[in-house]
């Protein structure tokens, strides 16, 4: 089956995260065809708005921790960060829609989103230091601009989840809905977006974006290093090895 669906209506292009029994945790393929598929519609012309989403109980689990041991991100033409890069630099509007956990790359890809929809069942969490790891997606720097030094800290240092109430009061998402309805509305506001001029939806976004730009590329760029070195390190080693083996990790 395939994981990541792609639906393109009414200037709408939908991609959709389709791998429930596995909580659409993130394959190294899943991150190339959603990397595939926002570059296609950043080039197409009747693509004027992307829609990410996934199931009504679960939006991703964050990477796929099996794939990403046996294929870790080589450099900055691995599927990860193409995904990264390309999210970052989207030039035309990209909404979410998120019901259940978005674990580590399901909540920081939503911080390149321009409008996010939640359920009421959704479960925020970056728990990179639970795993031995630091932040990616430029999460580092766009968590604290969002929410201030101190929340930002508490969601990244405490790695524990948060629900849509409070992402909606840290200014993560824009609207809570009941899960039944949350892609039905998503869908309905990418609809009513793509019938708006496309040129100044475009220059919109791009004046609000420009000027943090390089430094989310940066910013994108050491963590990536970093992460890169920590993957290697004894705490994530046994973080994914109690993961792998369904116990609780012992950092000692
Ligand atoms: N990578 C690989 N497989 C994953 C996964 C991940 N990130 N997250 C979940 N899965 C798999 C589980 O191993 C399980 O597989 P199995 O049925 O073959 O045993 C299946 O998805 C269902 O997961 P389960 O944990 O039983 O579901 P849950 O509803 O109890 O919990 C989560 C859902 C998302 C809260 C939980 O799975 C979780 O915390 N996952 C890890 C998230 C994480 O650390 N991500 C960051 C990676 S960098």
């Known amino acids: 089956m395939t994981s990541i669906l792609n639906n393109h209506e009414h200037g709408v292009l939908t991609l959709t995260l389709n791998r429930v029994d596995k909580k659409n945790a993130l394959t190294a393929d899943m991150y190339a065809s959603l990397a595939d598929g926002l570059a296609q519609a950043a080039a197409n012309k009747d693509v ?32 990860v960060s193409r995904f990264l890069h390309g999210i970052a630099a989207f030039p035309k509007p990209l909404l979410a829609s ?4 978005a674990v580590g790359v399901g909540t920081t ?16 969490s970056m728990p990179f230091v639970n795993l031995g790891l630091c932040p990616e997606a430029a999460s580092s ?13 508490e969601a ?10 409070t992402a909606l009061e840290l ?11 949350v892609n ?14 496309l040129s100044s939806l475009m220059e919109t976004k791009r004046l609000m974006k420009s000027s943090r730009t390089p430094q989310v590329i ?4 050491e963590e990536s290093t970093v992460f890169a070195r920590m993957l290697k390190e004894p705490a994530a080693i046994e973080a994914f090895s109690a993961f792998m083996e369904k116990r609780k990790p012992v950092f000692s």
């Open 171 to 181: 200014g993560l998402i824009s609207r809570v809905l009941p899960p039944a309805e």
């Open 156 to 165: 990244l240092l405490m790695g524990e989840p948060f629900m849509a109430e």
């Open 48 to 79: 004027r708005v992307v829609l990410l989403q996934g199931h009504e109980t679960v939006f991703s689990a964050g990477n796929d921790i099996a794939d990403f041991l046996q294929q870790p991100p080589a450099d900055a033409n691995s599927p």
């Open 141 to 153: 720097l766009l968590a604290v601009q969002l929410m201030g030094y101190q929340r930002a800290a």
């Open 109 to 124: 890809m939503l911080l390149h989103c321009d409008l996010v929809y939640a359920g009421d069942n959704a479960a925020f």
């Open 184 to 197: 039905a509305y998503a869908q309905s506001q990418a609809q009513k977006m793509a019938r708006k001029p």
């Open 218 to 221: 940066q910013q994108m760029q």
């Open 98 to 101: 998120v019901c259940g956990p």
